[in-house]
Structure formats: C-alpha cells, structure tokens
C-alpha cells in the first residue's frame, strides 16, 4: 500500500528538490511506494504540472502516481505526510503584520482542510516561513487534530550549526552530535553548544583548546553566522537555499517517523517545557519515541543561553499575539 505525501508549493525552488528525492525512496525508505501529491496556487499550477512531467520521464520504481491540484481539499485527501512548503514571502515595502495577515491566510485554510480530508494519522511538517507561526496558525484551524501532529523545521539551522562546528574544528560533520536549535526559525534562534559532543568529547573542552575567549566566538561569530547562513548563501549563490531545505526536510520527517537514537531539533507546540508558553511552537532540544517528539528535559542552562532563548520566545509571543489579533490562532 502506497503512503500519500502531499507538497505545497511544489512548484517552487524546494518542492522541486524535495519531489525527487522523495519519488526515489529518500523519505520513506528504498522499499515504501509512494503517492504525491502536489499543491500549488493557479500561477504555480504550470511549474507543479511540468515536475510531475519529470517524475513520470524518471521511471521511479517507488512512484505510483502522482496528482497535481490547486484544490487543498483535493491534494490533502488521504495524506499520511503534508510538507507545508509554500508560503507567501515578503514583497518590497510588505510590513510584519501584512506578512503574517498573508500566511494566516494560507495555512489557516490548509490546517482545517487537513482536518477535513487527510488521513487520521496524519504529520504535518511546515517549512514556509514564518515557519513556526504558520504551523500555529494551521494547528490552530485543524479542528479534531492533536497540536502535536504538527512541528516547523528548524533541522536546517541544526544541519548548518553542525556543519559550521564541524568546518571550524576541521572534523567531519558526522562526528558532532547533540547541537539543537532553540526559539524561533529566525535571527533570534539560539543553537546551542554547551551539550555538543565531537568524536565523543565536549565541544567546549575541545573549542577552549582553540580560542582563547570561547564566549566570544560563540556571540561574535558562530551563532551569528549560523543565524544569518541563509542570507551567506543567498549572497554567495544568488538564490536562497533550497537543496539544503529540501534534506533538512527530509531528515525531520524521517526522524519524526522512524525515531531517533540521538537528540535533533524541531519546532513543536510547547507543553511549558523550559517556562516557554504553553500552545507556541517552539524549536527545543527533541528526540523522536514511537512516531512522536519529546523534548530533552532537565538540561541545564546558563543563564547567558536563558537570556538567548528567552529573546527568541519573546519573538513567538510577540508573533502569536499579532496573528491573535488578525483573528488566527
Ligand atoms: P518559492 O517561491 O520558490 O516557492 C514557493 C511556492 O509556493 C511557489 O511556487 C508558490 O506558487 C507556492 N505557493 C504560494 N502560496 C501557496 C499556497 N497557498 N498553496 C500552495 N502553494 C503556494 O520558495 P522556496 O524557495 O521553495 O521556499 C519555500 C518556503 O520555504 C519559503 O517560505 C521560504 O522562506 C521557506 N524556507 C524555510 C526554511 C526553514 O528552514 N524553515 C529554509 C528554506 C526556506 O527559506
């Protein structure tokens, strides 16, 4: 039996790497076939059309159909696995609360249509930004479905902490473990180092070895540039990051299904953990159990790290009260 995924704004720059990486067996294994369904608006519908075009010319041995609809109610039918991709971006001279205006209306709509037609098990991953209050706001409109079926990516910022650690030290990216993302999907995000872990020692302990004010670079340097590597690749590459998008995706869903050994990031509906609201999505210290997320509790933190991810949840609360107002959430 084929698992559905439906991909909104499958006709943009990361639908179109996330649909063949899906057709070939990369979300849900290399025996799992597979349905897609692809959503987009009437001005995407010819870019979604012509990627289903290049499914069908791969011969994906996985790939059983594929369906492309500008109707939620059409492409949510029966998913098991929505990847909330499109959103609408900031056009010049847009300010906070049009954007925000702009996506409630978005993804409110698609949380109840999800409500309404996907499967009852059904895990939603938004990756459109503002990622984590657009998932509120679906969460909010999805009338019968439990908050924690959905959860915003915050994996890409882990992916390139991990990465940067990694590049710094001169150590292969496989070796860092335990780096999470807390907060927003934002410049105010706090990825934190103080639990990492390199060739199974403390990434402090091997950092103090190497510079000689670790606070410093921490502030001055790293989680700036993990912060702001979006805008690095864009101004590197021309274009925003999408392959990296894509994977990152890839990896959250996976690890959301299948479990993870280790802890990841993830942005999900608080339950209080670490004084953060109850109700926002929050990006924490996560590990996958039986097809849910937990959050790590009782990590210590610094009071320097409290006063980064307070920042961060004050830019949630912030965004939450502006969407309450426009009447989401
Ligand atoms: P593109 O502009 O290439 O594609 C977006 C697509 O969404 C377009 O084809 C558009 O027609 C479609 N769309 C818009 N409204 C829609 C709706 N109501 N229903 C269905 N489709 C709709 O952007 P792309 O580079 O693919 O980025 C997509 C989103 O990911 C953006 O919001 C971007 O900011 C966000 N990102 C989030 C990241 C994260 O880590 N959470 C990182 C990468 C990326 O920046």
Known sequence: MATTVTITGAGGQIGYALLFRIAAGD??????PVRLRLLEIPEGMKAAEG???????????????????????????????ALLVG???????MERAD??????????????AIAGHAASGVRITVVGNPANTNALIAAAAADGLPAER???????DENRARGLLADALHVPVGSVHRLPIWGNHSATQYPDISHATV????ALDILRERFDDVRHWLDQTF????????????????????????????????????????????????????????GLVC??????????????????LSSWARARIDASVAELVAEREAVRSLGFA
């Open 223 to 278: 989680i700036p540039r993990v912060a702001q590597r979006g805008a690095e690749i864009i101004s590197v590459r021309g274009s925003s990051s999408v392959a990296s998008a894509a994977s990152a995706t890839l990896d959250h869903v996976r690890d959301w299904t299948t479990g993870t050994r280790d802890w990841t990031s993830a942005a999900v509906v608080s339950r209080g953990e670490y004084g953060v609201p109850e």
């Open 87 to 93: 959103a609408r971006p900031r056009g010049p001279g």
């Open 51 to 81: 990627a289903a075009m290049e499914l069908q010319d791969c011969a994906f041995p996985l790939l059983e159909h594929v369906e492309v609809s500008d109707d939620p109610a059409v492409a949510f039918d029966g998913c098991e696995h």
């Open 99 to 112: 954007l925000l205006a702009a996506n409630g209306g978005i993804f409110a709509p698609q949380g109840r």
């Open 27 to 32: 979300l849900l294994g290399n025996d799992k």
């Open 283 to 300: 990006s924490f210290p996560v590990r996958a159990v039986d097809g849910r997320w937990e959050v790590i509790e009782g990590l210590e």
């Open 199 to 202: 060739g199974g020692r403390r």
């Open 150 to 156: 959905f959860s915003a990516l915050t994996r890409l």
